[in-house]
Each structure stands twice: as C-alpha cells, then as structure tokens.
C-alpha cells in the first residue's frame, strides 16, 4: 500500500522560504511521476509541480516557475518541494502525489498547511 506523508508546511511571512518533504513508501516508485498539487479555501485544487522519479525532469505552473523547485532524493524515496519568494496567494493545502503518468495521479498525500502572510 503506497503512502505519501506530507510535512514542512506552516506560517511565513511574504517573501519568505519553506521547504516541503513528501515521504513515499510502499512500492517502487521506478517510473512514476511524483507531483504537488495545492488547494486554496474556495477553489478547485490546481496542480503546482512534478518530477519524474527517473531522470528527474521537472514542469512548473506558471504562477510558481522561478520562485518553486522540486527535487527528490532517490535513496531517501522523499520528494521536496523548495519554496521561495512566498506571497500571500501561495497560501493552500499542499498535497504530494504519485502516479503512472502526469495525468494519471493514482495516490495522494493528506496534506499539509501553507500560510502566507502579508
């Protein structure tokens, strides 16, 4: 049974740093895509970044491209997500995720609180 634990969420100023970790557990995670998606209060959960456990190629949303990067550390079996240059609007439930493909995120975490203020 796959689990995805989330941790490293909390509250930080704007302009601030956090760094997320996504523990993953419970099978191989050779040639999945393991991504972050987020959550505000009120709106549809959009997706944040993903990496390919293989490789590592990354894709970016937009609103995060430059200020966010994803990594993982293969022997840990841990995605990260590094955070920088937090504004208020970064504020949601963060969720990490594991899938076959980038379309198809088959196991999700429970989350973890980002707030940022202003």
């Known amino acids: 049974q796959v689990q995805l634990v989330e941790s490293g969420g909390g509250l930080v100023q704007a302009g601030g740093s956090l760094r997320l970790s996504c523990a993953a557990s419970g099978r191989t995670f050779s040639s999945y895509v393991m991504g972050w998606f987020r959550q505000a209060p009120g709106k549809e959960r959009e997706f944040v970044a993903r990496?390919?456990?293989?490789?590592?190629?990354?894709v970016y949303a937009g609103s995060v491209k430059g200020r966010f990067t994803i990594s993982r550390d293969i022997a840990k079996n841990t995605v990260y997500l590094q955070m920088n240059s937090l504004k208020p609007e970064d504020t949601a439930v963060y969720y990490c995720a594991a899938g076959v493909s980038s379309v198809s995120y088959g196991d999700w975490g429970q989350g973890t609180q980002v707030t940022v203020s202003s």
């Open positions: 990496i390919n456990w293989d490789g590592g190629s990354t």
